[in-house]
């Protein structure tokens, strides 16, 4: 059994951080999924790939993996880049970019 050690990227639809500062463990597949024939649906016979466990932080997590013997993969978040502008950087007279309607 494995799974992997993650900490979720913000929605799209959302332009807060809410729900990404916890991990998650998720299970992986060990077998492939199948095209169910009547429907065309993929489906799995796993039904621990629909667990999906949180934590605060990733030392328990991976506590948690090891005490339970999942061999766990840790997929480690990449730093967000923010610039911070204000609305009146638009209409500076030395601005760089080109001004366009």
Same mark, same amino acid.
């Given at each position: 059994?494995?799974?992997?050690?993650?900490?979720?990227?913000?929605? +799209?639809?959302?332009?807060?951080? =809410? &729900?990404?500062?916890?991990?998650?463990?998720?299970?992986?597949?060990? !077998?492939? $999924?199948?095209?169910?024939?009547?429907?065309?649906?993929?489906?799995?016979?796993?039904?621990?790939?629909?667990?999906?466990?949180?934590?605060?932080?990733?030392?328990? +997590?991976?506590?948690?993996?090891? =005490? &339970?013997?999942?061999?766990?993969?840790?997929?480690?978040?990449?730093? !967000?880049? $923010?610039?911070?502008?204000?609305?009146?950087?638009?209409?500076?007279?030395?601005?760089?970019?080109?001004?366009?309607?």
């Amino acid at each position: 059994m494995s799974a992997r050690i993650y900490q979720p990227a913000k929605t +799209a639809m959302s332009s807060g951080a =809410a &729900k990404t500062k916890r991990w998650v463990l998720e299970f992986s597949a060990e !077998k492939p $999924r199948r095209k169910d024939p009547l429907t065309g649906w993929t489906s799995i016979d796993e039904t621990q790939t629909q667990v999906r466990l949180t934590f605060d932080t990733l030392e328990e +997590a991976q506590n948690y993996a090891t =005490a &339970k013997g999942i061999a766990a993969r840790v997929d480690q978040a990449r730093q !967000k880049k $923010r610039t911070y502008k204000s609305y009146s950087d638009n209409f500076k007279h030395d601005r760089v970019g080109p001004w366009s309607h």
